[in-house]
């Protein structure tokens, strides 16, 4: 049987691996800046890189101390906002960032207090349709949504939030002509990759249930 201590690699002879313990599991997930109201009516902007979508639906992991967290707690809607590759440094500008005041204890070392995230990032707020708080105008998607179901993870140091979709707005440059499809070739999300920015590469192939129709036929 293998031995190892944290931060060394063990060999896996049969399976040609090693085992790992990275201190994070950002393998590869999209950037989202959500956007959503505080207590005094003003607005907050936060980055984070765990989200995923189930139909309509889209399921966000939060820090629980954090603001974002603190805000959809009592005040559900939300905007989810997803930056192109190029729009990395505005997410890095707000990475240090928290609208929580006074900033939580364990933040405090690494995180400084604003309260306009907006401006800090030199991103421009512009109305929503159907919710509360701003869309950002510079993010190719926005999606409108309600927080229908917000609870603690089984760790009890995460907040994991279901939000519905309400709404969706679309670069009209990255559409398809005459239809509801986004044109995977020209729209590709910003990756947080082990904590690394990237965007997507060239296409590989594309699933059966793809719906976009192909491209010169």
Not at 126 to 136: M, T
Request: hydrophobic share 40%.
């Amino acid at each position: 049987m293998n031995t190892m201590t944290p931060g060394h690699a063990a060999a896996d002879a049969s399976a040609g691996h090693v085992t790992i313990t990275p201190s994070i599991l950002y393998f590869g997930t999209p950037v989202v800046l959500l956007s959503t109201e505080n207590e005094n009516g003003s607005f907050n902007l936060a980055p984070m890189s765990s989200a995923w979508a189930l139909s309509q639906v889209i399921v966000l992991g939060l820090g629980a101390e954090g603001q974002t967290a603190h805000n959809l707690r009592s005040r559900r809607d939300l905007v989810i906002n997803l930056p192109a590759p190029a729009q990395w440094p505005a997410v890095e500008q707000l990475a240090p960032l928290t609208g929580r005041s006074p900033v939580p204890v364990h933040k405090r070392d690494t995180f400084r207090f604003e309260p306009d995230k907006f401006a800090a990032a030199g991103l421009r707020p512009e109305p929503s349709e159907l919710v509360r708080p701003p869309r950002v105008a510079e993010c190719p998607i926005q999606l409108e949504a309600r927080a229908v179901r917000v609870r603690p993870d089984v760790s009890d140091g995460f907040l994991i939030v279901e939000a519905h979709v309400l709404r969706v707005h679309a670069d009209p440059r990255i559409v398809l002509p005459h239809s509801q499809h986004i044109d995977p070739a020209l729209w590709s999300p910003l990756i947080y990759n082990f904590r690394h920015y990237y965007g997507l590469g060239p296409e590989l192939g594309r699933s059966f249930r793809s719906e976009t129709p192909r491209q010169g036929r």
